[in-house]
């Protein structure tokens, strides 16, 4: 069974730092394209960060380029999302994500290619 378990939420004030978890189960990161996502209140789920199935290739929506890193550690089995420089408008529950289907060197920043979800966990920015 796959499993997706998210941990390192909470609050932070604005300029801060926070690295987010994602302990998986029943799979093996290296195996899929995977990625982060957000939603804020009210607002639609957006695709923050991926990394490729096929050469491991790092992609970051416009909102978060050169403040946030996507890794993964394969003995561990866990992805990661470090966050800098965080703005009150990165507020929101956080999911992290895995594309099954989606192979080759790209990977989507759209939550409806993404098969497997974890619970999320809050980040919340103060300003």
Same mark, same amino acid.
């Given at each position: 069974?796959? @499993? !997706?378990?998210? $941990? ?9 730092? !926070?690295? !987010? ?11 899929? =394209? ?5 939603? =804020?209140?009210?607002?639609? +789920?957006?695709?923050?960060? /991926?990394?490729?199935?096929?050469? +491991? ?14 890794? $993964?550690?394969? =003995? +561990? ?7 800098? $420089? !965080?703005?009150?408008?990165?507020? =929101?529950?956080?999911y992290c994500a ?8 790209? /990977?989507?920043?759209? $939550? ?6 974890? @619970?999320?966990t809050q980040v919340?920015?103060?300003?």
């Amino acid at each position: 069974e796959v @499993q !997706l378990v998210e $941990s390192g939420g909470g609050l932070v004030q604005a300029g801060g730092s !926070l690295r !987010l978890s994602c302990a998986a189960s029943g799979f093996t990161f290296d195996d899929y =394209a995977i990625g982060w996502f957000r939603q =804020a209140p009210g607002k639609e +789920r957006e695709g923050v960060s /991926c990394i490729s199935r096929s050469d +491991r290739i790092t992609y970051y929506a416009r909102s978060v380029k050169g403040r946030f890193t996507i890794s $993964s550690d394969n =003995a +561990r089995n866990t992805m990661y999302l470090l966050m800098n $420089s !965080l703005k009150p408008e990165d507020t =929101a529950v956080y999911y992290c994500a895995v594309d099954v289907n989606w192979g080759g060197s790209v /990977c989507s920043l759209v $939550s409806e290619d993404y098969d497997y979800w974890g @619970q999320g966990t809050q980040v919340t920015v103060s300003s």
